[in-house]
Structures are given as C-alpha cells and as structure tokens.
C-alpha cells in the first residue's frame, strides 16, 4: 500500500488516533528517507539508520546539533508572531515539549539535510571525539561528537546558511527574494494570522536555497 493510500485511509473521529496513525506513517516514511540520504554520506562515516535522542554515533549528533538550532529560529519566529510554543497540533503535547515549534519544524527540516549532505562531505573519522556520558544512575557510556573546531565551523557555516537568499516575495517589502531566516519569521506570522481568522487559508510557502 502506498503512503498516500495509507493517509487516506485514516478514518476516524478521534483526533489522537488520528494523530498517532499519521505518526506511524512519517515514521515509516522517515527510516526510508534517511537510508537514502546516509548513502550520499562519505563511506567512511556513513551510518545505516537515523537517531535522535541520546544518539551514540557522530553523524546523527551533527544532524541533531543542526535541528537544534533550526529549532531556536522557529521558536524565536513563534514568539514573535505571538503564539504559544506548546499548543501544538501535530506532535503531542507534553511536559516541557514545544511541540507547535516541532510541527512548524517539519517545514524546513529538509533544508537542513540539504545543508549537511553538502557539508558532511568533508568530514573524516578524525573529525569526531568520544565522550563519557552518564546515561542513567548506574550506567555509562561514550557518544561521539564533532570535536570543537568542526562544531565551530557548522554552527558558523549554519548561521551563514541562514542568510542565503530564496525566491520567495517579502509579505509587505517589495522584492522577489528574502533570506532563510526572514522566511521562518514571515511563515510564522501568517500561520499566526489564519489562526485568528485574519486570513481565509494558509499554505506554507516552500523554497529551494
């Protein structure tokens, strides 16, 4: 069955069932996806599966570094257009848990990829560092990271990356481009006003750096 035969085979009037069969499917949809993105990885520090929490590997910790500070930019974006953080629609609502900047996070999530499978190409095995971490009260282990001249080097390449310029029209500026940053800023604050009934719909504007 195909992803677009599963989404549109959800029936129910239950919003969290709904919620956690569409879960299921990007979840299916995501281990496919990041399968064929680690194979444009270098062979010597390519990885078979993505992980995101507490992750051992270098290359799922850079990609996790890089989401972090996507992170921060839709969090800010969200703030400014005077949203809650935590009332999300898509990701569950938790304690602690900004999921409505987890859900507008999916739509520049793909930027990211693009930017690292461009940037990890460089990497070698000496790049990473091993450290000891405690992972529980009774347990220990060792997680690899980029050492500190290569996590220098992403964050200020990232920043950078931020400000490229994209072909998409300013809301009240004239011109036809604006860069990565103002983007998530003007997304939000558009989503923000369809939410408030100042706009009939709202369709995320998608772009290609």
């Known amino acids: 069955m195909t992803v677009q035969h599963r989404i549109h085979d959800i029936e129910s009037d ?21 399968k064929q993105v680690f194979q444009l990885f270098p062979k ?30 839709v969090h800010r974006a969200i703030i400014r257009a005077k949203l809650e953080p935590y009332l999300g629609f898509l990701h569950s609502e938790q304690f602690g848990k900004p999921s409505l900047v987890c859900d507008l996070m999916e739509l520049y999530r793909y930027l990211m990829d693009d930017f690292l499978i461009g940037w990890c190409r460089k990497l070698k095995k000496k ?31 990232l920043h950078r990356y931020f400000e490229l310029k994209v072909e998409v029209p300013r809301i009240k500026k004239y011109g ?27 369709i995320p504007r998608i772009t290609i750096p």
């Open 176 to 202: 036809k481009q604006q860069t990565i940053e103002t983007l998530i800023n003007e997304e939000a604050l558009l989503f923000a006003k369809y939410l408030r009934d100042e706009r009939e719909t709202w």
């Open 127 to 157: 790049d990473f560092i091993l450290k000891h971490e405690s992972f529980s009260s009774k347990r220990k282990g060792k997680r690899q990271y980029l050492n500190r001249t290569m996590t220098a080097d992403l964050t200020e390449s």
């Open 44 to 73: 010597a520090i390519r990885i078979e599966n993505r992980k995101t929490f507490k992750a051992y590997d270098g290359v799922n910790n850079t990609f996790n570094l890089a989401y972090t500070m996507l992170k921060w930019k």
């Open 14 to 34: 239950n919003l969290n069932m709904v919620r956690g069969k569409l879960l299921s499917v990007e979840g299916t949809c995501a281990r496919h996806y990041f």
